[in-house]
C-alpha cells in the first residue's frame, strides 16, 4: 500500500481551481443554452406542422440514442467545419472550448426537450384552448399562460437534470479540455501523485452532488412550488372523517 | 462521402476498416453485457434492501446508492483503473497491472484483461445504482395490501418477495429498465479513457488513419441507432408477453 501524501492537493489547489472554474462556466452556459432550444425543440415536437414536428423528433432521437462521448466527437469535429461555412473564412480556428460548449448545449437540449414536452402535456388541454378563447395567439398562450405552469411542474426533475449535467461535463475530459477531472489529471502528471487527486475530484464531485440532491428533495417537498400544494390541502379534505357526498 | 474505404485494408489487425468498426461493436457489446449482469444481479439485490422493514441494510443500501450516483462515471472509471491498484496491497496491485491474465493474445484486443475488467465493474457498479432506485420505484408502486396479504396468509417476509413482490415489480418496470439498458450501453463508451477500443473508440481512430471523420462517424451513429431500435422492439415483445393481465395494459394501451 503506498504512502499518501494529501499535500499535494494543497499544491495543487490553484490548478484544480480554474478547472473547477471551467466546469462551472460549461454547466451554465449548458444547462441555459439546453434549457432555451430544449423549449423551442419541445414546441417544435408538439407542432401540428409536419415540417418542424419530424425533424425535431429526429433530432431528439438521434441524441439520445448516441454516446454522449459520440455526439461530443461529432460537434467537436463539425462546429470547426460549419462556422467556416458560415463565417466563410479559411483557417479561423474554433477553440476546443466553444466547440465542447457547442456540443453540451445541443445534446442537452435533446435531453431537456423531452423533460419540458412531458411538462407542457402536463398542463391540461382547457388551458391553452382558454387562452385561444380570450384572443391570444399562439406565442401569448404559450409565454402566458402555459409555459410558466409547465416550467412550475417540471423544476424538480430539471434541477436533477442539472445534477446529471454538472457530472456530465466531465466527459470534456475526453477532447482534453482542462476541466475539473482534466486539471487534477494534469496536476497528476506533473507531480506523479495522481491517486491523491482522483480521490479528492470524486469527494468533491460527490459532496457537491449529494448537496444539491438533497436541496432538490427538499424544494421538492417544502417548497412545493407547483399546484400539488392546492392538491395536497384537497386530499386533506378528502381525508379520514369528511363524508363522501358531504360537503357542498 | 464516399464509404469505400471502409472495405480498405487497415494498417493492422489484418483486417479492413470496416473490420475495425466491427471489433469496436464486438468489444462495446462485451462491456455492456458483462456489466449489465452485475448491475441487474447486485441493483436487484440493493433495490429489495432499500424496502425492506430494516434500518441498517436499508442504511447500507441507501449510502451505497448515493455514493455512486453522485459521482461522476468518468471519475469513477479512473478511480476503478488509476486509484484501486494503488490502494489496495501492493502485490494485488501489481498483479493487476502486470501479471493478470493478457487479452493481447485474443483476436481483435490492443488491451489487456485488467483494462476490460476495470470497464466491466466501473459500469456494472455504478449501474447497480441506477438499477436499485427502479427496481424499489417498482415494489414501491405495488400496493401495500399486496405485503400485508402475503405476510397473512403465512408466508415470510422473504418468501412475500419472491412469490408475491418481485414478479409483478420485475414485471411493471421493464421500461425503464430496457432504459437502463439502453444507457450502459452508451455509457460503455466512457471505456475509451482507459483504452478499451469500443465502438466511439475505433470510429475516432479510423478518422485519424483515413480523415474521413464524417463517414465514419456516420457509420458508428447508424450501429448505435439500429441497436437502440433492436434492443426497444425485442423489449417490447417481452413486455406485451410477460404483461400482468389487466395491469400493465392500464396505462392506455
Known amino acids: 500500500m503506498g504512502e499518501f501524501d494529501f499535500s499535494i492537493i494543497i499544491k495543487s489547489l490553484p490548478i484544480l481551481w480554474s478547472g473547477l472554474l471551467l466546469s462551472l462556466q460549461l454547466f451554465g452556459i449548458a444547462l441555459a443554452g439546453g434549457i432555451f432550444f430544449g423549449t423551442l425543440l419541445a414546441l417544435a415536437r408538439l407542432s401540428s406542422f409536419k415540417l418542424l414536428s419530424y425533424p425535431a423528433a429526429g433530432f431528439v432521437n438521434l441524441i439520445r440514442s448516441i454516446p454522449f462521448i459520440m455526439a461530443i466527437f461529432w460537434f467537436y469535429f463539425l ?3 460549419l462556422m467556416q461555412k458560415l463565417t466563410g473564412q479559411q483557417g479561423e480556428a474554433v477553440g476546443p472550448f466553444t466547440s465542447a460548449i ?10 431537456y426537450s423531452e ?14 384552448w382558454a387562452a385561444y378563447a380570450l384572443g391570444l395567439n399562439y406565442w401569448q398562450a404559450m409565454g ?3 409555459l410558466p405552469q409547465a416550467f412550475r411542474n417540471m423544476i424538480p426533475i430539471m434541477l436533477t437534470q442539472a445534477i446529471i449535467l454538472f457530472q456530465d461535463t466531465s466527459l470534456v475530459y475526453v477532447v482534453g479540455l482542462k476541466d475539473f477531472l482534466g ?5 497528476g502528471q506533473l507531480t506523479g501523485r495522481i491517486v491523491e487527486l482522483y480521490i479528492f475530484v470524486a469527494i468533491v464531485f460527490l459532496v457537491i452532488c449529494f448537496g444539491a440532491s438533497k436541496l432538490v428533495k427538499y424544494i421538492q417537498v417544502h417548497m412545493d412550488p407547483t399546484r400539488q400544494r392546492a392538491l395536497k390541502k384537497d386530499v386533506t379534505l378528502n381525508g379520514p372523517g369528511w363524508a363522501p357526498g358531504g360537503g357542498i | 462521402m464516399d464509404f469505400k474505404f471502409l472495405l480498405e485494408q487497415a494498417p493492422s489487425g489484418g483486417m479492413t476498416y470496416l473490420g475495425w ?3 469496436g461493436l464486438m468489444w462495446t457489446m462485451l462491456v455492456s453485457i458483462s456489466a449489465w ?12 434492501l432499500r424496502t425492506v422493514p430494516l434500518r441498517i441494510p436499508r442504511l447500507i443500501a441507501t449510502t451505497y446508492v448515493e455514493i455512486f450516483r453522485n459521482i461522476p462515471l468518468l471519475v469513477q472509471m479512473f478511480l476503478w483503473y488509476f486509484v484501486m491498484p494503488e490502494i489496495v496491497p501492493s502485490e494485488l496491485g501489481d498483479w493487476l497491472k502486470g501479471t493478470y491474465p493478457n487479452l493481447i493474445a485474443l483476436p481483435f484486443a490492443q488491451f489487456s484483461l485488467w483494462e476490460f475488467s476495470a470497464a466491466v465493474l466501473c459500469l456494472g457498479l455504478y449501474t447497480a445504482s441506477r438499477v436499485a432506485e427502479q427496481v424499489r420505484a417498482g415494489i414501491e408502486s405495488l400496493p401495500k395490501g399486496q405485503t400485508n396479504a402475503g405476510l397473512a396468509m403465512g408466508f415470510t417476509l422473504p418468501q412475500v418477495y419472491k412469490y408475491v413482490l418481485l414478479p409483478m415489480a420485475f414485471r411493471i418496470i421493464i421500461p425503464p429498465m430496457t432504459s437502463e439498458f439502453l444507457t450502459i450501453f452508451k455509457n460503455s463508451s466512457t471505456a475509451l479513457t482507459i483504452g478499451i477500443l469500443e465502438l466511439t473508440a475505433q470510429s475516432r481512430q479510423i478518422s485519424e488513419y483515413t480523415f474521413r471523420t464524417f463517414e465514419s462517424f456516420t457509420v458508428a451513429t447508424l450501429i448505435y441507432i439500429v441497436i437502440t431500435l433492436t434492443v426497444i ?3 417490447r415483445l417481452v413486455e406485451n408477453k410477460v404483461a400482468v393481465p389487466g395491469y400493465v395494459s392500464q396505462g392506455g394501451h
Open chain 1, 115 to 128: 423533460i419540458i414536452r412531458a411538462g407542457i402535456q402536463s398542463v391540461p388541454r382547457g388551458q391553452p
Open chain 1, 102 to 111: 457547442v456540443a453540451f448545449i445541443m445534446v442537452e437540449s435533446a435531453y
Open chain 2, 233 to 235: 422492439f425485442i423489449m
Open chain 2, 21 to 23: 468498426m466491427m471489433s
Open chain 1, 183 to 187: 486539471a487534477a489529471s494534469k496536476a
Open chain 1, 79 to 81: 462546429t470547426p467545419v
Open chain 2, 37 to 48: 449482469i452485475i448491475a441487474f444481479v447486485l441493483g436487484s439485490i440493493i433495490g429489495v
Open chain 1, 144 to 146: 402566458f399562460v402555459v
